[in-house]
Structures are given as structure tokens and as C-alpha cells.
């Protein structure tokens, strides 16, 4: 009975230590995804800052740049919108 007790209580202690290094573990993967976010948020500022700079001072080219890009993804609906009207009558 005595064994009993003395594998139970080195299964106790391994589980217990087992779940202190997993605590652990989830801390780190915590703290680095709160600094990658964070640094992930200064790159979309620095990002849009950059954007906002560069429409203030190309106010014409930057409409046109939009405008282009609006009707290239405008086709490729079109086109995959025809694409599937096209194979389904078959």
C-alpha cells in the first residue's frame, strides 16, 4: 500500500510540475504574440502615415491609381462571374 502511495504522489508531482512548464509555456506564447501585434500595429501606422502622405501630395495620380485598381478588380469578377454562368449551362 505504501508503493500506492509513493507512485501516486511521483505521478502527482510530475502532473503538477508537467502543468507549471505548460502555465509557462502559454505565458511566452502570450507575451511574443503581444509584442508581434504590437509591432504589427506600428507597421500598419507607419504604412497608412505613408499612404496619407502621398495622396496629400499626388492628390490626381493617387484617384487614378485607385480608380485603375477598382476596374482590374471589377474585370476579374466580371469575367469570373461569366465563367461560371458559362460552365453551369453545361
Given at each position: ?48 502615415r505613408r ?40
Open positions: 500500500m505504501n508503493d500506492m502511495h509513493a507512485t501516486l504522489d511521483s505521478t502527482r508531482k510530475m502532473a503538477a510540475d508537467a502543468l507549471d512548464r505548460a502555465s509557462a509555456t502559454m505565458k511566452d506564447l502570450r507575451s511574443g504574440m503581444s509584442d508581434r501585434a504590437a509591432m504589427a500595429r506600428g507597421y500598419m501606422g507607419d504604412y497608412a499612404g496619407s502622405g502621398y495622396v496629400t501630395e499626388h492628390p490626381l495620380k493617387s484617384a487614378l491609381i485607385a480608380a485603375a485598381v477598382g476596374a482590374a478588380i471589377a474585370g476579374v469578377i466580371i469575367a469570373l462571374r461569366h465563367r461560371e454562368e458559362r460552365d453551369s449551362w453545361f
